[in-house]
């Protein structure tokens, strides 16, 4: 169903360092919520299918987002992302890197591309 987001990011010391347990599913965190935090959702889901079986896995890219008051922290949560992906060999990628207009927040975004073997 939804890929394990939250326990990959949890698993990096640098990544609590930053945000503790700060991390929404659905683009969502609490409006009185401390920063910095991290933001995930669901982009896209393809099952990998076959003609024999039901299929046994899905490919499914999550975009997270990393949010910090300071442009500079915000680039070095954003790493500890990336650091925190690569050492599961899950993809990622750089696909936003904004200021917020309504929360004056900076925001890096990445794309991460994870393939969960789906429970028989």
Same mark, same amino acid.
């Given at each position: 169903?939804?890929?394990?987001?939250?326990? /990959?990011?949890?698993? +990096?010391?640098?990544?609590?360092?930053?945000?503790?347990?700060?991390?929404?599913?659905?683009?969502?965190?609490?409006?009185?919520?401390?920063?910095?935090?991290?933001?995930?959702?669901?982009? +896209?889901?393809?099952?990998?299918?076959?003609?024999?079986?039901?299929?046994? +896995? $899905?490919?499914? /890219?999550?975009?997270?987002?990393?949010?910090?008051?300071? +442009?500079?922290?915000?680039?070095?949560?954003?790493?500890?992302?990336?650091?925190?992906?690569?050492?599961?060999?899950?993809?990622?990628?750089?696909?936003?890197?904004?200021?917020?207009?309504? /929360?004056?927040?900076?925001?890096?975004?990445? $794309?991460? $591309?994870?393939? /969960?073997?789906?429970?028989?």
């Amino acid at each position: 169903m939804l890929p394990p987001v939250y326990q /990959t990011l949890r698993a +990096s010391p640098e990544v609590v360092a930053f945000v503790g347990d700060r991390i929404g599913p659905h683009g969502k965190v609490g409006q009185d919520e401390t920063r910095p935090y991290i933001t995930w959702q669901v982009v +896209s889901d393809d099952p990998h299918v076959n003609l024999s079986d039901p299929p046994p +896995s $899905d490919f499914t /890219t999550v975009q997270i987002d990393c949010y910090h008051a300071d +442009s500079k922290l915000v680039v070095d949560l954003a790493k500890a992302v990336r650091d925190a992906l690569d050492a599961e060999m899950i993809v990622n990628r750089l696909v936003v890197d904004v200021q917020d207009f309504n /929360t004056q927040l900076y925001r890096i975004g990445r $794309d991460a $591309d994870f393939i /969960t073997q789906r429970d028989t």
